[in-house]
């Protein structure tokens, strides 16, 4: 999918939690036989994903250097709203100066919610329709006690603002490709507190299938292979499954630099290619092309094809980079989680 003329991104921010647990407390407690990952991030008790959504969609206004009320749209993709009914754009629009000339709306689709509202906000500045329009995956940690998603699953999320090139875009966007069928990998009923998975659905049927399907779509539709990328981006469910899927399209390590521009602090769902994207942006050069692709459960997969410009240059650190977040950090124990996730009500 290309859009009629062309779009970038003008701005993006991110935002991590402060608290961290390490995959060592939640063996304490369950007896785990080997931890998959070092830690993960959580939220404190007055945190949900509206805040860390806020907290993104703000410092991606400050990036951009725009007026906020020329934002025409605000999409939340997110699985874990603190409302059943009640929008989480409507309020992240309201913190940040968009009301009330705005479109505002939450997407759902797992963990690739915040890469479908990449495409929305792509096509209605394309279109005409606005001159701004602001993205936001986020999510917050969904565990059952005991389950393999207590090690992973996080929260964190990152915003990006989109617009016409004209206005000084930081990496323009090539084209878009979506993989999607019925694949019941993963899901969670209404009034039901935790997710659930289908072993071994997870892998092969799933996010291999999806991701690999997604890629190899917008590749053979823009003539490009893996060589001709600088970096690349795929959902983290754990760090096993992206490299591997990695290495399968043809992208060395080189591309995918996991310590450096894709920190891993656990499956933050919706914001976990997002994150990524940003922690690419925060080094990318001028002329470094950028592969991304997510995945949601349930399944499908969006790929991205980016091109950096020259404006990029002049935005790297105006605002915290990814790995600031990453590295700023305070340590909790696993009553202290219960209690911030609600698993413990006194």
Not at 157 to 184: N, Q, W
Not at 232 to 257: C, E, W, Y
Not at 309 to 329: H, S
Request: aromatic letters at 10%.
């Amino acid at each position: 999918m290309k859009t009629s003329s062309i779009v970038g991104i003008v701005g993006y921010g991110a935002y991590i939690p402060l608290n961290r647990l390490k995959a060592e407390e939640v063996s304490r407690m369950w007896g785990g036989a080997g931890e998959p990952i070092e830690e993960k991030a959580v939220i404190s008790m007055d945190e949900d994903t509206v805040t860390i959504a806020v907290e993104c969609g703000r410092y991606a206004v400050y990036r951009a250097g725009i007026d906020p009320s020329e934002i025409g749209a605000v999409y939340v993709g997110t699985e874990s709203k603190p409302y059943a009914v009640k929008p989480c754009g409507t309020i992240v629009a309201e913190a940040i100066g968009a009301t009330p000339n705005v479109t505002a709306a939450d997407y759902e689709f797992a963990c690739k919610a915040g890469t479908e509202a990449f495409q929305t906000c792509m096509g209605l500045v394309s279109s005409g329709m606005v001159r701004y329009a602001m993205a936001i995956g986020a999510d917050t940690a969904q565990g059952r006690p005991a389950d393999a998603l207590e090690y992973t699953a996080a929260c964190g999320g990152a915003a990006f603002i989109f617009g016409r090139k004209e206005d000084g875009t930081l990496a323009d966007i090539e084209g878009s490709y979506s993989y999607v069928t019925d694949t019941p990998d993963f899901w969670r009923r209404g009034r039901e507190m935790y997710p659930r998975h289908g072993s071994r659905f997870t892998g092969e049927p799933a996010y291999f299938s999806h991701i690999v399907g997604a890629a190899k779509g917008l590749m053979a539709e823009l003539g490009t292979e893996a060589a001709d990328y600088k970096y690349a981006v795929f959902h983290q469910p754990n760090t096993k499954f992206p490299i591997r899927v990695a290495r399968s399209l043809g992208f060395g390590m080189d591309a995918i630099k996991p310590g450096l521009v894709v920190p891993f602090v656990g499956n933050t769902y919706s914001g976990s290619s997002p994150l990524g994207l940003a922690a690419t942006l925060d080094v990318a050069e001028p002329g470094d092309r950028i592969f991304m692709v997510s995945y949601g459960s349930g399944a499908g997969s969006d790929a991205f094809s980016l091109i950096v410009q020259d404006a990029i240059k002049n935005n790297q650190g105006v605002e915290l980079p990814v790995q600031t977040f990453v590295t700023r950090k305070r340590y909790i124990d696993y009553s202290m989680y219960s209690k911030f996730r609600g698993k413990i009500i006194k």
